[in-house]
Protein backbone atom coordinates (compact mmCIF):
# COMPACT_ATOMS: atom_id res chain seq x y z
CA UNK A 1 0.00 0.00 0.00
CA UNK A 2 2.74 2.66 0.79
CA UNK A 3 4.04 1.91 -2.83
CA UNK A 4 1.26 3.28 -4.40
CA UNK A 5 1.13 6.07 -2.30
CA UNK A 6 4.51 7.18 -3.06
CA UNK A 7 4.24 6.75 -6.19
CA UNK A 8 1.04 8.93 -6.64
CA UNK A 9 2.92 11.50 -4.08
CA UNK A 10 6.20 11.13 -6.47
CA UNK A 11 3.46 12.38 -9.68
CA UNK A 12 1.85 14.71 -6.97
CA UNK A 13 5.25 16.48 -6.20
CA UNK A 14 6.03 17.74 -10.07
CA UNK A 15 2.77 18.34 -11.24
CA UNK A 16 2.44 20.65 -8.27
CA UNK A 17 5.66 22.17 -8.30
CA UNK A 18 4.78 22.99 -12.31
CA UNK A 19 1.33 24.27 -11.42
CA UNK A 20 2.68 27.01 -9.35
CA UNK A 21 5.67 27.97 -11.25
CA UNK A 22 2.96 29.08 -13.95
CA UNK A 23 0.94 30.99 -11.58
CA UNK A 24 1.67 34.63 -11.06
CA UNK A 25 1.16 36.26 -7.74
CA UNK A 26 0.29 40.10 -7.59
CA UNK A 27 4.18 40.98 -6.97
CA UNK A 28 5.06 38.89 -10.04
CA UNK A 29 3.23 40.76 -12.82
CA UNK A 30 4.91 42.94 -14.85
CA UNK A 31 4.57 46.70 -14.48
CA UNK A 32 2.86 47.46 -17.94
CA UNK A 33 0.31 44.13 -17.98
CA UNK A 34 -3.21 44.87 -17.88
CA UNK A 35 -5.62 42.27 -17.15
CA UNK A 36 -8.22 40.87 -19.80
CA UNK A 37 -11.24 42.49 -17.87
CA UNK A 38 -9.55 45.75 -17.55
CA UNK A 39 -8.43 46.12 -21.22
CA UNK A 40 -11.95 44.89 -21.89
CA UNK A 41 -13.57 47.67 -20.03
CA UNK A 42 -11.01 50.07 -21.27
CA UNK A 43 -11.69 49.27 -24.86
CA UNK A 44 -16.19 49.61 -23.99
CA UNK A 45 -15.13 53.01 -22.65
CA UNK A 46 -13.30 54.09 -25.36
CA UNK A 47 -15.70 52.99 -27.94
CA UNK A 48 -17.97 56.24 -28.81
CA UNK A 49 -21.49 54.58 -29.07
CA UNK A 50 -22.87 51.01 -28.38
CA UNK A 51 -24.69 49.36 -31.02
CA UNK A 52 -28.45 50.92 -31.91
CA UNK A 53 -31.79 50.08 -30.02
CA UNK A 54 -35.38 49.98 -31.07
CA UNK A 55 -37.40 51.75 -28.61
CA UNK A 56 -40.88 52.27 -28.61
CA UNK A 57 -42.53 56.21 -29.14
CA UNK A 58 -46.17 56.03 -28.59
CA UNK A 59 -49.30 55.36 -30.60
CA UNK A 60 -50.64 57.27 -34.08
CA UNK A 61 -53.53 59.04 -32.63
CA UNK A 62 -54.59 61.15 -35.91
CA UNK A 63 -53.56 61.08 -39.17
CA UNK A 64 -54.19 64.33 -41.83
CA UNK A 65 -53.54 63.00 -44.93
CA UNK A 66 -54.33 66.47 -46.62
CA UNK A 67 -51.69 68.09 -44.63
CA UNK A 68 -49.40 65.10 -44.58
CA UNK A 69 -48.56 64.70 -40.34
CA UNK A 70 -49.77 62.41 -38.09
CA UNK A 71 -50.09 63.22 -34.12
CA UNK A 72 -48.67 60.62 -31.96
CA UNK A 73 -49.29 60.22 -28.77
CA UNK A 74 -46.25 58.87 -26.52
CA UNK A 75 -46.16 58.30 -22.60
CA UNK A 76 -42.64 58.13 -22.29
CA UNK A 77 -41.89 61.70 -22.36
CA UNK A 78 -38.99 61.55 -24.54
CA UNK A 79 -37.20 64.77 -25.61
CA UNK A 80 -36.91 64.43 -29.25
CA UNK A 81 -35.28 66.67 -31.49
CA UNK A 82 -37.06 68.23 -34.85
CA UNK A 83 -35.96 65.72 -37.90
CA UNK A 84 -35.40 62.47 -36.00
CA UNK A 85 -36.83 59.95 -38.10
CA UNK A 86 -39.64 57.64 -36.41
CA UNK A 87 -40.69 54.19 -38.47
CA UNK A 88 -44.49 53.26 -37.90
CA UNK A 89 -45.41 49.51 -37.69
CA UNK A 90 -48.53 47.73 -38.95
CA UNK A 91 -50.13 44.59 -36.93
CA UNK A 92 -47.99 42.59 -37.70
CA UNK A 93 -44.03 44.89 -36.91
CA UNK A 94 -43.47 45.45 -40.66
CA UNK A 95 -42.48 49.09 -41.36
CA UNK A 96 -45.28 50.63 -43.18
CA UNK A 97 -44.14 54.38 -42.59
CA UNK A 98 -41.56 56.86 -41.73
CA UNK A 99 -41.85 60.13 -40.18
CA UNK A 100 -39.71 62.82 -39.58
CA UNK A 101 -40.49 64.93 -35.89
CA UNK A 102 -41.38 68.70 -36.28
CA UNK A 103 -41.03 71.04 -34.13
CA UNK A 104 -44.86 71.43 -33.17
CA UNK A 105 -45.40 69.32 -29.37
CA UNK A 106 -47.91 69.67 -26.92
CA UNK A 107 -47.98 67.54 -23.92
CA UNK A 108 -47.99 63.75 -24.51
CA UNK A 109 -48.72 64.68 -28.26
CA UNK A 110 -45.99 65.32 -31.02
CA UNK A 111 -46.34 65.85 -34.71
CA UNK A 112 -44.21 64.39 -37.23
CA UNK A 113 -44.63 64.98 -40.88
CA UNK A 114 -44.61 62.10 -43.76
CA UNK A 115 -41.20 60.50 -45.29
CA UNK A 116 -42.86 57.57 -47.18
CA UNK A 117 -45.59 55.42 -46.44
CA UNK A 118 -48.93 55.86 -45.42
CA UNK A 119 -49.27 56.01 -41.78
CA UNK A 120 -53.11 54.68 -40.39
CA UNK A 121 -54.39 55.55 -36.89
CA UNK A 122 -53.43 52.84 -33.86
CA UNK A 123 -50.07 52.09 -35.22
CA UNK A 124 -46.94 51.71 -33.47
CA UNK A 125 -44.11 54.22 -33.42
CA UNK A 126 -40.78 53.69 -32.92
CA UNK A 127 -37.04 54.84 -33.46
CA UNK A 128 -33.42 54.14 -33.66
CA UNK A 129 -31.56 54.99 -30.23
CA UNK A 130 -27.71 55.72 -30.72
CA UNK A 131 -26.06 56.09 -27.15
CA UNK A 132 -24.54 59.67 -27.46
CA UNK A 133 -21.06 59.71 -27.51
CA UNK A 134 -19.37 61.70 -24.82
CA UNK A 135 -19.03 65.14 -26.17
CA UNK A 136 -22.67 65.18 -26.49
CA UNK A 137 -25.22 67.12 -24.63
CA UNK A 138 -28.55 65.95 -26.16
CA UNK A 139 -30.06 62.96 -24.12
CA UNK A 140 -33.58 61.50 -25.56
CA UNK A 141 -34.07 59.97 -21.33
CA UNK A 142 -33.12 63.05 -20.09
CA UNK A 143 -35.49 64.12 -17.44
CA UNK A 144 -38.07 66.20 -18.73
CA UNK A 145 -38.99 69.33 -17.06
CA UNK A 146 -41.95 71.60 -17.20
CA UNK A 147 -41.30 75.32 -17.81
CA UNK A 148 -43.05 76.50 -14.77
CA UNK A 149 -41.36 73.57 -12.23
CA UNK A 150 -39.76 74.35 -9.64
CA UNK A 151 -36.22 73.18 -8.25
CA UNK A 152 -35.42 72.77 -4.81
CA UNK A 153 -31.06 73.19 -3.89
CA UNK A 154 -30.21 72.10 -1.06
Known sequence: MQVVSRIRLGLFVPLLLAGLAG???????????????????????????SAP???PVGVV???????????????RGL??????????HGSHGETTARVEV??????PFLTADFIDGLPAK???V???????SPGTSVDPFAPVSAPDAVQVLE
Open 122 to 124: GQQ
Open 53 to 55: VTL
Open 79 to 88: QLEPGTVLSL
Open 23 to 49: CRTAGGKKEGAVSDEAAAFAAEAESPA
Open 126 to 132: TMIYQRP
Open 61 to 75: HHVDEAARFVLIRSS
Open 102 to 107: SPARKG
